[in-house]
Structures are given as C-alpha cells and as structure tokens.
C-alpha cells in the first residue's frame, strides 16, 4: 500500500553497522531485506541511509524525518532500530504522520500508517525489552 504522496520520489531505507537488542545484520543484508519488502509492497525503494556506529546516534534518522517532505516514508531495517526513548520514539512517529508519510519495518514485513499500528510496534517493544532484561538477569 503507497502512501498518497505519489508526488514524492521514494521510500528512505534507514540502516545501522551497530547492533541493536544484540541483533545484528551484516548492511548488504539489512538492504536486501529493505529492497524486498518495497518490491513485495510495489514500493519505489531509495538507497538506505546509514546511522552512525556512535551508540543512539540518530542523527541520520533526523536528517531523513528533515527530507520527510521530498520522499513518501522511511523503510527501516528493523522496527528496532527506532530510538530507544519512547518520547522520541513519539516523536519520530508524530513527524512521519504529519508529514502524510509512512513508517515501515522490513524485517518484521509491519507498515506504520495509524495510531493503533503504533501501539502495536509499542507493545512489541515492551516486550522486546522485557525480554531483554529477564535473559540478562536469568
């Protein structure tokens, strides 16, 4: 499903080299699995940009929320890769919406168009997190 800005150019991958969650996916793979979930979606896919290794470095996360206007949403990698605070999470969503784009996670095959879709990847992260803390304190 496209979002109805279909003057716009594309869809932004957004990528890391750093793990996350103790994930991590080697770049070329993280742009396979962002290049097929756009042409399973009939989405035109951008090349991916990729944040800094710094850890919660989102500064090239921001420079794509800045393009917002010029493009028609953002594929991540993973809905992980979104910042760890939830009030920038918040507000990465908000910026999205307001701008008539889209949010997509690839790997997770999870499109980002409404307030309930955000309380679902929400739910997923408190459990991701959960998760996380008990398998370290186990």
């Not at 750093?18 to 770049?27: I, T, V």
């Not at 090239?60 to 605070?85: A, C, H, K, M």
């Amino acid at each position: 499903m496209n979002s109805p800005k279909s003057e716009c150019q594309g869809y932004r991958g957004y990528i890391t080299s750093r793990p996350f969650f103790g994930e991590r996916a080697p770049q070329h793979v993280q742009n396979l699995v962002i290049r097929d979930y756009c042409t399973r979606r009939d989405l035109r896919y951008l090349l991916s940009a990729t944040e800094y290794v710094m850890d919660g470095s989102t500064m090239i996360l921001e420079e794509i929320l800045g393009d917002l206007p010029n493009i028609d949403g953002i594929v991540l990698y993973s809905i992980f890769q979104l910042p760890i605070r939830p009030d920038h999470r918040r507000s990465v969503y908000e910026r999205v919406f307001a701008s008539g784009c889209s949010l997509h996670g690839a790997v997770e095959d999870f499109p980002i168009f409404t307030a309930d879709d955000v309380r679902r990847v929400e739910d997923l992260w408190l459990t991701r997190q959960f998760f996380e803390r008990t398998g370290k304190e186990g």
